[in-house]
T-cell receptor, first 113, second 116 residues
């Protein structure tokens, strides 16, 4: 699976949009971009994923560049409860052995009042 | 569904003792993963199972660690003998059946292990 690069930490004001970037310049054509987050003392939680097109769900939006070498996770109206470590992961669609996830360092997002 | 259930939530044990961590995956899921998280190394994949069969255990630190999945609803991670450097939070995760594309992983709340 391709490696990802994320900033170590970011701050965001409560109520504002949080834009979390991720570089994945070595991504392959059959690899998806996944985002998970981990709130303190909890297990990681799935947020969203995409291949080429931008995606949106009730939690966030995912913007993938046309060349697919980078993406941005957008939390449109960040709240204090969005304070967490956000992980960007790229992996193949599936394989015969399972759908394992390899986590990097992630971005520690601090939402401030 | 109650989600992935791990027990115990906290475990404190003395060096040299055997420790067994337990995981109940979400019903119907057929892939199960054990992760370890420390401040120094982050989230590391230890082992994963597909249809109760261990597929890749290359992440298991050493022979002191062993994992089993006797049936689709239960898995254990055992450390024998335990050492202080094994102190970490251990997470279990499960995903729906293999071959289904774009599946998300569901994580348990973790077991915080402290070896003194």
């Amino acid at each position: 699976d391709a490696k990802t690069t994320q900033p170590t930490s970011m701050d965001c004001a409560e109520g504002r949009a949080a834009n979390l970037p991720c570089n994945h310049s070595t991504i392959s054509g059959n690899e998806y971009v996944y985002w998970y987050r981990q709130i303190h003392s909890q297990g990681p939680q799935y947020i969203i994923h995409g291949l080429k097109n931008n995606e949106t769900n009730e939690m966030a939006s995912l913007i993938i560049t046309e060349d697919r070498k980078s993406s941005t996770l957008i939390l449109p109206h960040a709240t204090l409860r969005d304070t967490a470590v956000y992980y960007c992961i790229v992996r193949v669609e599936w394989n015969n052995a399972g759908n394992m996830l390899t986590f990097g360092g992630g971005t520690r997002l601090m939402v401030k009042p | 569904d109650a989600g992935v259930i791990q027990s115990p939530r906290h475990e404190v044990t003395e060096m040299g003792q055997e420790v067994t961590l337990r995981c109940k995956p979400i019903s119907g899921h057929n892939s199960l993963f054990w992760y370890r998280q420390t401040m120094m190394r982050g989230l590391e994949l230890l082992i994963y199972f597909n249809n109760n069969v261990p597929i890749d255990d290359s992440g298991m630190p050493e022979d002191r660690f062993s994992a089993k999945m006797p049936n689709a609803s239960f898995s254990t991670l055992k450390i024998q003998p335990s050492e202080p450097r094994d102190s970490a939070v251990y997470f279990c995760a499960s995903t729906p059946r293999t071959g289904v594309m774009n599946t998300e992983a569901f994580f348990g709340q973790g077991t915080r292990l402290t070896v003194v």
